[in-house]
């Protein structure tokens, strides 16, 4: 028995780091400032949303509202339909295009995201966000030294977002470099977070610094701040994982599961 525990342990980690592959790009300030409500009100709020924008036909923020609960949700191809339906009442936005960006890129279409964010930068070369974003959407196509050039530009452009160095740990990481990850890593793990997000962002830190016990102090922190923080269950799982506790991985696994299966069933059957 003892023999197989490792080879569970590394499966479990590949199915948390397939799960955990989208906590990157929950970034976007929109994200960052949704509070995660239950199936029930969910289901409420998006009949208003289907009535508004059934209301107002000419109207883009009906269809932005709606399009960003179908990304919190997970419906990342209906967020995209109304993300252009939004651009095509209000062309020329950047950040229409840069939310239809981030639902390119977690439904998987990194080209498309690359192009959209690109677009934005054009509209807008002031937002360090779309640089943070465009750069995950280059690591996802491999294009290393172009994310290298988004984050330094984010950088620049705002030396305390604790989610540039995150993603730069993460860079650095992939590019073989582990005390430059570590580097960056300690950066974010010197912040003191005061919300979820910030907790999440500093768990993740801590996992590149091997520090799993802090990790799941973090993730437990945000948790306890927003029971309904998918995000939070997924980097604890990830912690756990690591500390070998497969049986706490696995139950905040089934948990963010659980969690997503509710919103998305109770919004696709309202």
Do not use: H
């Amino acid at each position: 028995m003892d023999e197989k525990r490792p080879r569970m342990t590394a499966s479990l980690r590949v199915l948390i780091a397939v799960l955990c592959a989208v906590v990157g790009l929950l970034g976007w300030r929109m994200v960052r400032k949704y509070r995660a409500a239950s199936p029930t009100r969910m289901v409420a709020e998006m009949r208003l949303m289907d009535e508004e924008v059934k209301n107002n036909p000419l109207d883009p923020d009906p269809l932005l509202k709606r399009a960003f609960s179908y990304v919190v949700v997970g419906e990342y191809q209906k967020a995209v339909d109304d993300y252009s339906a939004a651009l095509a009442l209000r062309p020329g936005s950047w950040q229409i295009l840069g939310l239809r960006a981030q639902a390119f890129q977690l439904k998987g279409d990194y080209v498309r995201s690359l192009s959209d964010n690109t677009d934005a930068i054009k509209l807008n070369p002031n937002d360090g966000a779309l640089y943070v974003q465009r750069a995950q959407a280059n690591v996802r196509l491999r294009l290393y030294r172009e994310a290298q050039k988004d984050l330094d530009k984010a950088l620049e452009m705002d030396p305390g977002n604790m989610e540039v160095y995150l993603n730069r740990g993460d860079l650095d990481v992939m590019l073989k470099k582990p005390e430059e990850a570590k580097a960056e890593y300690k950066k974010v793990a010197s912040f003191m977070p005061d919300n979820p997000q910030a907790f999440c962002n500093r768990a993740r830190a801590r996992i590149g610094l091997q520090d799993y016990k802090g990790a799941v102090e973090d993730a437990s922190q945000a948790i306890e701040m927003n029971p309904q923080n998918v995000t939070a269950y997924r980097i604890r799982a990830m912690a756990y994982s690591y500390l070998n506790d497969l049986a706490g991985a696995q139950k905040d696994i089934y948990e963010s599961s659980q969690l997503n299966r509710s919103r998305r069933n109770a919004v696709n059957n309202r």
